[in-house]
């Protein structure tokens, strides 16, 4: 049985698009913006970092105040770095746009990037308290039985993880009784390379009903690895925090559905593009004598050097160096804030909708015997048949940790160059050099407690590492996390897959809340199904879905996030 995906039309809404942009195409891909462009959104991040920044920066003392400390902070940065007086005005000013943005009921407000968002009161106490509750009785399972992560080194302690009992393709039967089989690209997504899709497996989302009054109900009959008569109440509390994360997702997704990224703060001057910083467009040459200086030089330093260490074009440093000293104009943005912001409206409504979402829910647990969490690599979450679009975090239960972050990078265009040598610029303009992959650092949350984050699947996200603030003691960070599949896609989800844990099966007898849930066909389906998954071959089958996996994080950062800059004619 083929379980394709389908566009449905009842999925519309109200955007021009077939599909989100996702990561698995360079069509939906950024100009890049300069650094010192990123470095104006990460002042105007640090602020809203503050407590009560959005009352306090009205307060013109108190605006004086943080740029006299930015421009003394940046005193021994490049130039190139240094935000100049118009760059500080402008992030002061626009300040006043990220105010209008944000909710003052639900927190919610931009992150420190376009399509990011965050909020840090958006869960009540009560819910929280619920959350923690419900929890619970998966935390406190014997020790024999709880499940850590495979390659975590006992530090990550999986409550709900997608990895366990997904989708085997080939074995996992759905409610007509037939196999679970991949979808067929030719007729979807026909552009996009299969290498991005799983020919073995795909992580099984729940759907949920979002009614035309906010309030989500589950609408497939279990979620998965979390058994509705066993946890009813983590079933109930996940459906609420859903409920209050949805307001998030349409504020991702409305971004996503916008025609161009946001205007730039940069002043152009008339063109479409950064100017260059050279007089006539092109990097200044050393003349003979000094170029034949600066060789001499290096190759006395080379020689000289220490050969453990990386190698280093010494040659290039001391052009560098030359081109500081010469004469050149850096770009400056606007004076003040320009309505930039006014692009950002939250346009897409799921009121009405049905949403697939794929949940997680994990502890990291540190111990004075273990005290350091080395932290993630760059990936995106999911591959292409499970369509995510956006990812939902909530911090919920931080303990004795120091200060982490939650970093996001950007797939860009090849920066516009103004000659083919002139690798200066780009590299003091866009941080891009010759042969590098074209991406950009484009911000980064600080993951605390009660915080909320919601950011595209188009941006690879980084855990930083992190440790025990106080080494005598034990820490935990505790995070529930909701995949959103694509709103405008429908993949195979728990309403049309049955349920794989044999442990579920065999206490499956009527009179169940799950076995009332299910339709009469498919309960005789699962009587009559008789290789149910064991959690010993699940776990089997995980090992070979994060191998897979791992390998496809290398393909995504070179095939999407790894196309190199070459610097040629044209």
Not at 330 to 341: E, H, Q
Not at 374 to 390: L, Q, T
Not at 429 to 444: A, M, P, S
Request: charged fraction near 30%; include cysteine; aromatic fraction near 10%.
């Amino acid at each position: 049985m083929f379980l394709t995906t389908e566009n449905d039309p009842s999925h519309s809404l109200g955007v021009d698009l077939f599909r989100f942009p996702h990561p698995f195409t360079r069509l939906d891909v950024d100009t890049p913006r300069s650094l010192v462009e990123i470095r104006m959104c990460a002042l105007s991040a640090a602020i809203r970092e503050k407590v009560d920044w959005h009352i306090k920066f009205r307060d013109q003392k108190i605006r004086a105040k943080w740029a006299d400390e930015i421009r003394e902070q940046q005193k021994d940065l490049h130039e190139s770095l240094r935000l100049t007086d118009n760059m500080i005005n402008y992030v002061m000013t626009e300040l006043e746009a990220h105010a209008t943005l944000r909710d003052e009921i639900t927190g919610i407000e931009p992150g420190p990037y376009e399509r990011i968002w965050r909020s840090d009161r958006l869960i009540p106490p009560g819910l929280k308290a619920d959350l923690l509750s419900a929890i619970a009785p998966l935390e406190s399972v014997p020790d024999a039985e709880k499940d850590w992560h495979p390659g975590s080194d006992g530090k990550v302690l999986d409550l709900i993880h997608p990895s366990l009992y997904p989708i085997v393709y080939g074995r996992t039967i759905s409610t007509s009784g037939k196999l679970v089989q991949p979808r067929d690209d030719a007729t979807f997504d026909s552009d996009i390379d299969p290498m991005f899709a799983s020919e073995r497996f795909q992580w099984l989302p729940s759907d949920f009903r979002v009614a035309d009054d906010g309030t989500v109900s589950l609408g497939s009959p279990y979620i998965n690895n979390v058994h509705p008569d066993e946890y009813a109440a983590i079933e109930k509390v996940l459906t609420k925090v859903l409920e209050r994360a949805v307001p998030m997702f349409e504020w991702v997704l409305s971004d996503l559905a916008r025609e161009r990224q946001l205007p730039t703060r940069m002043d152009l001057k008339g063109r479409k593009f950064l100017g260059c910083i050279w007089k006539d467009e092109d990097q200044p040459i050393p003349e003979d004598e000094v170029s034949e200086a600066m060789e001499a030089e290096a190759r006395a330093l080379e020689d000289a050097r220490d050969h453990e260490h990386p190698y280093v074009d010494i040659y290039q440093l001391l052009v560098d160096q030359w081109c500081d000293n010469q004469p050149k104009t850096w770009p400056d943005s606007k004076p003040a804030y320009d309505d930039g912001l006014d692009e950002e409206k939250k346009t897409v409504n799921l009121r009405g909708k049905t949403l697939q979402v794929i949940l997680k829910a994990a502890n990291i647990v540190l111990t004075p015997e273990d005290p350091e969490y080395a932290g993630g690599k760059w990936h995106v979450e999911g591959m292409n048949n499970e369509a995510i679009v956006s990812t939902f975090i909530y911090y919920y239960d931080c303990e004795n940790l120091t200060e982490s972050t939650l970093s996001f990078r950007n797939a860009v265009n090849e920066p516009r160059y103004h000659g083919q040598d002139d690798s200066y610029c780009m590299h003091y303009l866009y941080g891009i050099d010759r042969d590098d992959h074209c991406v950009q650092e484009v911000g980064k949350v600080i993951t605390k407690e009660d915080r909320c984050i919601a950011f595209p699947n188009l941006y690879q996200h980084l855990v930083s590492p992190f440790r025990l603030a106080d080494p005598t003691r034990p820490g935990h960070r505790k995070i529930l996390v909701f995949f959103l599949v694509d709103p405008l896609v429908t993949i195979p989800s728990a309403s049309v897959v049955a349920p794989q844990q044999a442990s579920w099966i065999q206490r499956t007898v009527a009179g169940t809340t799950l076995w009332e849930r299910l339709p009469v066909e498919l309960q005789d389906v699962i009587m009559g199904y008789a290789e149910p998954m064991t959690l010993e071959q699940a776990k089997a089958y995980r090992e070979e879905l994060m191998a897979e996996r791992t390998a496809f994080v290398e393909t995504v950062d070179g095939q999407r996030f790894g196309q190199e800059f070459n610097m040629c004619e044209h």
